[in-house]
């Protein structure tokens, strides 16, 4: 057959030519990687992007966030067990807890050379007053709580606030410092993205972006004021599936499943870190639509007839611990150990139900592990005669539906458990049209008055000690009342290569050791 | 034309309504998938930025605006992305257009060839388990074969770059090298969207032959002593491409759902991804900009298709 042997040439021809291609496109990839002798360090994570990153036009996520924060210094930085002096070196608060002044360090420079003064400080309030940042934490309630700045000399600082708050010294130290020089002309930050948008003081200069493949690189800034930079060059780099792209060595951290541990254990090459369990899932009773969640007895018998070790084994397959019922979890810095705790007991649930049955529909995201954490819990309370129908939605109608309370149950799943006990306030003091927070808007229809209380004066209290005995007795009070139901907290695990790098550490609110600027840099 | 156009004005404000029908706003961050953390957005900074987004005016109003901002080439700019649609998508609608066109080509060349083949060959083993093979192969959904071909070809032979459309951060000696990294980059999900579409092409492509060789003009070809391949490819191909052709334009569409999921697969730089999260995010401006953008070129390619049918087949005017 002539026709069929000259298809055989086009054909063998055709490979040859694609494989010329291939093998081109491999050689001209691996020479870019060898290039330079004394090498420096250079960290590759997995990318996606994140925005363009001022404090303005980063995207409203932890990567996003925490990619911004290595350009831009604050006032105080997040360490490993609480606030640590940063650009400024030392502070003090006024004994009725209205003023703060900030002593900045001395010969701090901005990428551009310029020096950074406290009329770059007060600039940077002033400015946010306006055009607020996109991660903006110095407003409470929607009000703004500074009332003035004032520059005292080149590097002391005056603030004062409207009124004393515990939460204040975190807020004010965790805002961005911005080069006055570059923004004072600035009218619309959010659309500001000229190169010198991007001129900070941090550790590390953005070199390249690229948003459509998700690329980050950033080169550590030579003249930096602090702990010298360990890691010469952080790259975000896009990545279609993590662990393999870890096992090539194209990453060199990466989260993995605990089906996949076996595969790093016991190896000398591997390390295993076990992330703190700052994100969890909780149930939401809606009191204003169901009167009858008003009752302790039902909430509590909820709580019995949930079985979260069960949730933790099978939907997490190990990889979380089940959550308080105070709230706090297990690793928050203010976690209290002795509340009330609800070991799973069928029994218990049904002789606080008196017999009695519901039904309700429980609202749920479209992710694998909520639809196996719902199917669980329905079969566990189906024993104690509480019977659930379960909706899936996607993430935003079901924000929707939690926003306006139209649910009966709901379960939602979010970050932000290691941040400042607060957070109690937000979640379980009724304030109606308070605004909203991932773990807030308050619970529909509920309202306490030792609750109440106790999340004010924890919030008024300046002296720490004081203030975390309140937050202790606060937990307790929330887990023998129960006005929702934690479920679980995620503790993931990352691997990653210690011969290449082993500077990897948490900060003391937040669960991941790629985001804290303390994990590039040598210790102070 | 105009029934183009009113199809156009028909999607557009399909476009505009739909999306804001869908439960859910672009500020409101209440829950996160495992492991994420967002931004809290106060009650008073969700007024703020709907009002600077003109979202806080009635829908009719809001529709008017974009009818006129549209007339005027205004597009607008992405909630979440924060940047100009037109350039967010443009500089990635280049990618996914590239692999569209790319790929679509290639199964259509390759469709033809092989289903010609099929249809000379009808009946025999050489047909019969081409048929069998094209058929399994258009049935498995892209994605699948996507992730098939990424653990063969990427990780454990390692013959192709695991994700992204070009080397990150690698600096190119030559424009010729860098075509190279990019088609590199691109052999994978190109093969996974041939594959998905191969089979249909191929179906078309025999049964289209069939016809043709059965005609009475065939027969004189053979007749006049023509070799084999010179009747094949020259007498009846021109005629039994035409259904394909017009085929390939039509199902652009469909190509580009595939490519979006491809492009997930293989985390490819093109409007997928994009598309993926814009609605996720509810962001109104940018699935308006992204819908357009794929109904504006779907559009294109059926007027195309039209214009050239009636080139190739004389009989339809």
């Known amino acids: 057959m002539k026709l069929i042997e000259r298809l055989q040439i086009i054909i063998a021809l055709l490979v040859c030519a694609a494989l010329m291609l291939v093998a081109s496109g491999c050689s001209s990839g691996k020479s870019a990687g060898t290039a330079g002798v004394t090498k420096p360090l250079v960290i590759n994570l997995a990318g996606g992007d994140a925005g363009f990153l001022t404090p303005f036009g980063h995207y409203p996520r932890g990567p996003g966030i925490f990619k911004m924060n290595l350009i831009f210094d604050s006032l105080l930085e997040r360490g490993e067990k609480g606030y640590i002096p940063w650009l400024a070196e030392k502070w003090e608060i006024s004994a009725d807890g209205k003023t703060y002044i900030f002593n900045l360090r001395k010969g701090i420079k901005w990428h551009d050379g310029q020096p950074l003064t406290a009329a770059d400080v007060k600039f940077s309030f002033e400015y946010y ?21 004032d520059v005292v000399d080149d590097h002391t600082v005056k603030i004062t606030v409207d009124k004393p708050n515990a939460t204040i010294l975190g807020r004010l130290g965790n805002a961005r410092i911005i080069p006055r020089h570059i923004w004072a002309t600035v009218d619309d930050p959010k659309k500001f993205n000229k190169p010198e948008a991007l001129i ?34 952080v790259q975000f780099i896009p990545v279609s599936d993590n662990v393999l792209a870890f096992n090539k060595g194209e990453i060199d951290l990466t989260a993995i499943s605990p089906d996949l541990l076996a595969q790093y254990e016991n190896n000398k090459e591997f390390m295993i870190k076990k992330n703190p369990a700052f994100w969890g899932y909780r149930l939401i009773f809606n009191m204003e639509k169901c009167p009858e ?23 997490a397959r190990g990889a979380a611990v089940p959550a308080s019922a105070g709230y706090l979890p297990v690793d928050h810095i203010w976690y209290n150990n002795n509340v009330k705790k609800y070991a799973f007991n069928i029994d218990k649930a049904r002789e606080l139900l008196q017999g009695k049955t519901f039904s309700y529909t429980m609202l749920i ?10 199917e669980l819990i329905k079969i566990s309370l189906a024993q104690a005669g509480i019977n659930l129908t379960v909706r ?36 379980y003091a009724n304030q109606k049209s308070s605004g909203q927070s991932p773990s807030g808007n308050g619970l529909y229809g509920y309202n306490n008055e030792t609750i109440n209380e106790l999340c004010n004066r924890q919030l008024t209290e300046l002296d720490p000690d004081k203030r975390k005995a309140l937050v202790f007795q606060l937990q307790e009070v929330i887990a023998e009342e129960v006005p929702q139901i934690p479920l679980y907290n995620t503790t993931g695990y990352i691997v990653y290569r210690p011969a290449k790098y082993d500077g990897w550490r948490y900060m003391f609110d937040h669960h991941e050791v790629t985001h804290s600027k303390i994990s590039y840099l040598e210790s102070m | 034309m105009a029934e183009y156009l009113v199809t156009f004005l028909f999607i557009i404000t399909l476009n505009f309504f739909l999306p804001r029908l869908m439960p859910g706003d672009p500020f409101t961050f209440l829950s996160a998938g495992t492991d994420e953390v967002t931004v809290a957005y106060s009650e008073e900074q969700i007024e703020k930025y709907k009002a600077y987004y003109g979202l806080d005016k009635p829908l009719i109003n809001q529709y008017v605006s974009y009818i006129g901002n549209m007339l005027q080439g205004n597009i607008g700019y992405s909630i979440y992305y924060n940047e100009d649609v037109v350039a967010l998508v443009g500089k990635r609608a280049l ?18 060839i092989l289903g010609s083949l099929a249809a000379w060959n009808r009946n025999n083993a050489f047909d019969r388990y081409l048929y069998l093979v094209m058929i399994c192969f258009s049935e498995i959904p892209a994605f699948l074969m996507g992730l098939l071909l990424l653990f063969a070809g990427a990780a454990w032979l390692g013959w192709f770059p695991l994700a992204g459309g070009t080397s990150t951060f690698a600096v190119f000696a030559t424009p010729v090298q860098q ?3 990019i088609v590199h980059h691109a052999v994978l999900p190109v093969i996974t969207l041939v594959l998905a579409r191969l089979g249909e ?3 078309i492509a025999r049964s289209s032959m069939l016809t043709v060789l059965s005609k009475d003009y065939m027969r004189t070809a053979r007749g006049k002593g023509l070799s084999k391949s010179r009747i094949l490819f020259v007498h009846a191909l021109r005629n039994a491409a035409i259904p394909v052709i017009t085929r390939m334009f039509l199902s652009l569409g469909t190509v580009f759902g595939g490519a979006v999921l491809v492009e997930n697969v293989f985390n490819y730089p093109g409007v997928g991804q994009l598309m993926r999260e814009s609605v996720m995010l509810r962001d109104y401006i940018l699935m308006q900009g992204i819908f357009m953008f794929f109904a504006v070129s779907v559009l294109t390619m059926n007027f195309v298709a039209d214009m050239l049918y009636k080139k190739l087949d004389p009989r339809i005017t």
């Open chain 1, 200 to 233: 900070g003081c941090g550790p590390y200069i953005l070199k390249e972006y690229s948003k459509e493949q998700g690329a980050y690189k950033f080169e550590a800034f030579k003249d930096y004021w602090g702990p010298k930079p360990k890691v010469d060059i």
């Open chain 1, 392 to 427: 899936s939605l996607d993430e935003k109608t079901r924000d929707a539906a939690a926003k306006k309370g139209d649910y009966e149950l709901i379960i939602n799943g979010h970050g932000g458990w290691g941040s400042d006990a607060d957070l109690l306030r937000t979640v």
């Open chain 2, 179 to 181: 075509a190279l990294d």
């Open chain 1, 129 to 149: 007053a306006k055009n607020p940042p996109v991660s903006d934490e110095l407003a409470i309630n929607g009000k703004r709580i500074i009332e003035a700045i």
């Open chain 1, 365 to 374: 995201g479209n992710s694998n592990d909520e639809i196996r954490m719902a």
């Open chain 2, 95 to 112: 990618w996914t257009v590239s692999l569209v066109v790319v790929s679509l080509t290639v199964s259509c060349v390759l469709g033809l």
């Open chain 1, 293 to 315: 969640f008003k009752d302790k007895n039902i909430r509590q018998a909820f709580a019995y007839a949930i079985n979260a070790q069960e949730l933790v084994e099978k939907v």
């Open chain 2, 201 to 203: 092409f191929f179906m």
